[in-house]
T-cell receptor
């Protein structure tokens, strides 16, 4: 599976949008982009995933560039409860589904 | 509905003892995964089950680690002759299937401390 690169950390003000970048320049055509987050002392939580079209759900939006080499997770109105480590993961369909986590981005939402 | 549950939530054991960690997946989920997260380390994949079969055991760190799943439901991860480097949070996840786009739902984990 393709590797991903994310910033180590970022801060966001409460109520503002948080834009989390991810680089996956070696992504293959049959690989999806998944985002999970892990709040301290909890198991990871699924956020959203996509192949090439932009996606939106109740938690976030996912913007994937046309060449699919990078993506941005958008939390539209960050709250203090969004403080977590966010993982961008590239996952191949039919590969058994295991997730390969990198170091992720530590997001701190401040009042 | 009920999520993925794991037991015990915490386990302290002496070096050399065997431990069993249990995972109850979401009802109806055919795929089950084990991961571990060591202090200061990322999450690493251990093994996954599709039904009762384990097509991918590539993440098990040594032959002291084994896992089984019965009835397509509960799974047990066993660590024999525990070592201090086995100390970690062991996380279980389940998904509707191992293929396709199914997202994984994680349990709260079992924190294992080997003294």
């Amino acid at each position: 599976d393709a590797k991903t690169t994310q910033p180590t950390s970022m801060d966001c003000a409460e109520g503002r949008a948080a834009n989390l970048p991810c680089n996956h320049s070696t992504i293959s055509g049959n690989e999806y982009v998944y985002w999970y987050r892990q709040i301290h002392s909890q198991g990871p939580q699924y956020i959203i995933h996509g192949l090439k079209n932009n996606e939106t759900n109740e938690m976030a939006s996912l913007i994937i560039t046309e060449d699919r080499k990078s993506s941005t997770l958008i939390l539209p109105h960050a709250t203090l409860r969004d403080t977590a480590v966010y993982y961008c993961i590239v996952r191949r369909l039919g590969g058994g589904g295991k997730l390969q986590f990198g170091a992720g981005t530590q997001v701190v939402v401040t009042p | 509905g009920a999520g993925v549950s794991q037991s015990p939530s915490n386990k302290v054991t002496e070096k050399g003892k065997d431990v069993e960690l249990r995972c109850d997946p979401i009802s109806g989920h055919t795929a089950l995964y084990w991961y571990r997260q060591s202090l200061g380390q990322g999450l690493e994949f251990l093994i996954y089950f599709q039904g009762n079969s384990a097509p991918d055991k590539s993440g098990l760190p040594s032959d002291r680690f084994s896992a089984e799943r019965t009835g397509g439901s509960v799974s047990t991860l066993t660590i024999q002759r525990t070592q201090q480097e086995d100390s970690a949070v062991y996380l279980c996840a389940s998904s509707f299937s191992s293929g396709g786009e199914s997202e994984q739902y994680f349990g709260p984990g079992t924190r294992l401390t080997v003294t």
